[in-house]
Nanobody, 122 residues
C-alpha cells in the first residue's frame, strides 16, 4: 500500500479555483490508479474523479470544471477545481488502488489520505 497526504484545501468564494495535491509514498506510484472523492456533512462519500492507465473519468457534477492530473516523477496527483460552487463544499480525499482498470467505487480503493477541507462560500 501507499501512504497518501492531501493538501491545498481552503476557503474560496463561489466561482473561484483551488488545486488540491496528493503526495504518495512508495516507488511504484505509476502502477496505481488514483482517485479523488469527497464527503459533505451528513452525506456519504462520493466519487469525484479518477485517473488510471492514462484514462480519466469524472462525476457528472464536476465534469468540465475539475481536472485530475498526475506527475509520476513527483509521486503526486492533483485535482484542479474551477468554477467552484457552494455544493462543492466537502472534505476531499485522495485514494489509490493497485493495478489496471478504472473505477469510481470507493470499495475498490485500498489506500486513503486523511482528507482536506474545501469550503466554497456563496
Amino acid at each position: 500500500q501507499v501512504q497518501l497526504v492531501e493538501s491545498g484545501g481552503g476557503l474560496v468564494q463561489a466561482g473561484g479555483s483551488l488545486r488540491l495535491s496528493c503526495a504518495a509514498s512508495g516507488r511504484t506510484f505509476s502502477r496505481y490508479g488514483m482517485g479523488w472523492f469527497r464527503q459533505a456533512p451528513g452525506k456519504e462519500r462520493e466519487f469525484v474523479a479518477t485517473w488510471s492507465g492514462g484514462n480519466t473519468y469524472y462525476a457528472d457534477s464536476v465534469k468540465g470544471r475539475f481536472t485530475i492530473s498526475r506527475d509520476n516523477s513527483k509521486n503526486t496527483v492533483y485535482l484542479q477545481m474551477n468554477s467552484l460552487k457552494p455544493e462543492d463544499t466537502a472534505v476531499y480525499y485522495c485514494a489509490a488502488r493497485y493495478g489496471p482498470g478504472i473505477t469510481a467505487e470507493t470499495t475498490d480503493f485500498s489506500s486513503w489520505g486523511q482528507g482536506t477541507q474545501v469550503t466554497v462560500s456563496s
